[in-house]
């Protein structure tokens, strides 16, 4: 006689799951840790990293008045053993106190100009596009803090800079105006070919450096759908891997908002993961202030960890950061670039490398040596060139560095910058002061190396290395390093 199976009634096993969810709440319920972002430009000139790290309770807010004794920190190569990081610095609320630089990257195709809500009472419906800009308004007006920057970035078929990163109000007002309707054959969606691009142009920042993707839909490049060539883009197709690691070299994370009835691009989640983000869903006008909103308190609420990392073979680093947390420890990880001065590539090297290898260790050591030598309080600039050393103030509003075909240097002021000066450089690197800020600019009309990466147009911190022919300079400005230094 077989058994007799018991039936449970469905009461019963509803209230029987619930016991269980409850009894495991607590393993699920704990506070996690995420990193946010790493940015390695000061691994040349300081020999020091910066991990960004969040941690967010089970209601999803930011953890607050965290200690360093509630962190620690090992690195190593990618998919190594990782070694603990002995020592390192801590800094609460490091983005608040240093300010953001918040690139808002906004779908411009054409299926952003049709009604937010169809069934919405009214003549005319608002469109997607209408809610963005006003929410973008309510976004702008939040912000309070002067030293943080905000750009704009429109994107459908091409990708447009509306405003680079800046701290006035008004130049943002301008650029939303400057978004409107695209013709027909603007109207795809070139939204990994778009990451790529603002990863590129934030290439220039430093600090906590966030990309806000607004988007109604997915990637739908005009190449693949048309069989010809993107005016901006040529054949060439993006993937969102290529995006992402383009994104994680210049230590910037992705929060992208899916703002629109259709399905999102199913990538958005591993772009966000992987960047340090996180994927949000919108509906309205209200929502997607929201979320902007939400993101900004999110980031100002993060952790800075400031460590030296070792000489290890390859370019890559992993970095774990492990919280120490009342109900048990969260952990994460993330990999980013050193370049090949601290990571010469992995495997068997060829004797060959080990000349600019050695250069290189020798170039930083008198780098390193200028910058201890340099004890200036005033904005500067050392330069390095022909055997000799010289500091020059930056005072003026305009500073133009001319480089002759003897790399012979001449610097002169706005005042001094006469025609005969300019006519005399065959290459010039001219730095522009921000006189409300007193931020400084690199400029140029040809690519000039900074820290080891080509740029046109270059915010300047304390520490950068600039590189044209065979001068270095070395820019430097105590009284902004002060300013920054977070309260204690």
Do not use: C
């Not at 941690?55 to 690195?75: Q, Y």
């Not at 190594?80 to 990081?85: A, F, K, Q, R, T």
């Amino acid at each position: 006689m077989s058994p007799v199976k018991k039936r449970v009634k469905p009461a019963a096993a509803l209230a029987a799951l619930i016991m269980i969810l409850a009894a495991a709440a607590p393993a699920f319920a704990q506070e996690q840790a995420t990193i946010a972002q790493i940015d390695p430009s000061r691994l040349l000139t300081r020999q020091e990293v910066d991990v960004y790290v969040g941690v967010t309770g089970p209601n999803g807010n930011a953890v607050t008045g965290l200690e360093a004794g509630d962190f620690s920190m090992s690195e190593g190569l990618p998919g190594g053993p990782l070694l603990p990081v002995a020592h390192f610095s801590f800094h609460e609320g490091a983005p608040a106190n240093e300010g953001l630089t918040f690139f808002l990257l906004v779908d411009n195709s054409g299926s952003m100009y049709e009604p937010l809500d169809a069934s919405a009472a009214g003549a005319r419906p608002q469109t997607r596009i209408e809610a963005a800009r006003s929410a973008i308004r309510i976004f702008l007006n939040s912000v309070d803090n002067p030293a943080d920057r905000i750009g704009l970035a429109s994107f459908n078929t091409l990708y447009r800079v509306e405003t680079l990163p800046t701290r006035l109000r008004s130049d943002m007002e301008a650029a939303l105006a400057r978004i409107v309707r695209p013709t027909e054959a603007d109207s795809f969606t070139e939204l990994y070919a778009s990451l790529r691009a603002a990863a590129q142009v934030l290439s220039g920042w430093k600090g906590r450096k966030v990309i806000l993707l607004l988007t109604d839909g997915e990637n739908f490049p005009y190449y693949l759908h048309t069989g010809r060539p993107n005016p901006q883009f040529g054949s060439a197709l993006v993937s969102s891997e290529e995006a992402v690691r383009v994104l994680i070299r210049e230590g910037i994370s992705v929060f992208p908002i899916q703002f629109g009835p259709a399905l999102p691009d199913a990538n958005l989640q591993t772009i966000a993961h992987s960047t340090g983000g996180r994927v949000f869903d919108a509906r309205s006008e209200k929502e997607l202030a929201s979320v902007y909103l939400s993101v900004r308190r999110s980031v100002l609420e993060e952790y800075r960890l400031t460590y030296s990392p070792r000489m290890l073979a390859g370019d890559r680093r992993e970095v774990r950061v492990e919280y120490h947390g009342p109900d048990g420890t969260s952990s994460a990880s993330q990999y980013y670039f050193v370049g090949t001065l601290f990571g010469p590539p992995a495997g068997r090297l060829s004797p060959l490398l080990v000349v600019p290898f050695l250069i290189a260790l020798l170039a930083w050591f008198l780098i390193s040596r200028a910058r201890f030598l340099n004890r200036r309080s005033d904005a500067n600039l050392e330069i390095l060139a022909g055997g000799s050393t010289k500091v020059f103030s930056l005072n003026e509003g305009k500073t133009v560095i001319g480089f002759d075909a003897s790399n012979r240097v001449t610097v002169t002021s706005e005042e001094e910058d006469s025609e005969k000066n300019r006519e005399s450089a065959t290459s010039q690197v001219t730095l522009v002061k921000d006189q409300r800020s007193g931020t400084f600019t690199v400029v140029s009309d040809e690519p000039v190396m900074v820290n080891n990466r080509p740029a046109q147009r270059r915010h300047l911190r304390p520490g950068d290395v600039l590189r044209v022919g065979e001068a270095t300079l070395v820019f430097d400005d105590r009284s902004a390093e002060e300013k920054q230094k977070p309260e204690r």
